[in-house]
């Protein structure tokens, strides 16, 4: 309080100045920079063609051939999950650090592999995408929409 020159006191308060509000909400953005883990679709590949289904197992038996062939124990110590078999291809999660790594070595991997038929079969792996977000991957690029 204040006194003023008649010896009364007076009362001043401020009150802000409210701004125009244009919406009835706030905004607000996020940017993630460095998304932990990255993701890799994989198509096996054989030599004949083969009409088995890839399963989990076998992929990751295929995926530690690949990578401690290349990488030796590091290779193999680098985390890998599968997250869909579907056919003869593999969708895996690896840390983002490593996609790189994982990519080289899957993609330069071939082996013989027995049928049971007791012939044999090369096989390797080929990259069909890789991406730091998973949604890259099942969208694709949108060229098989205008296929007929």
């Known amino acids: 309080m ?3 020159e008649s010896g009364q006191s007076s009362c001043k308060t401020r009150r802000p100045k409210r701004k125009p ?3 009835t909400y706030d905004e607000a ?10 993701y890799i679709r994989l198509e096996l590949i054989t030599t004949p063609p083969s009409t088995t289904t890839l399963d989990a197992i076998t992929a990751r038996t295929h995926l530690t ?4 062939q290349l990488f030796g124990l590091t290779g193999i110590a680098i985390p890998v999950d599968i997250l869909k078999t579907d056919r003869n291809e593999v ?3 690896v840390p983002r650090e490593d996609s790189g790594t994982i990519v080289a070595a899957v993609g330069g991997w071939v082996s ?3 049928t049971r038929d007791e012939g044999a079969e090369q096989i390797g792996w080929k990259v069909k995408g890789a991406s730091d977000w998973l ?4 969208a694709g690029n949108g060229s098989d929409l205008f296929e007929d």
């Open 2 to 4: 204040a006194a003023t």
């Open 21 to 23: 509000s244009s919406s």
């Open 29 to 38: 953005s996020v940017t993630v920079r460095n998304p932990p883990w990255a």
């Open 65 to 68: 051939s690949a990578l401690q």
């Open 91 to 93: 969708w895996i999660r």
């Open 112 to 114: 013989t592999a027995r």
């Open 135 to 138: 949604a890259n991957l099942v």
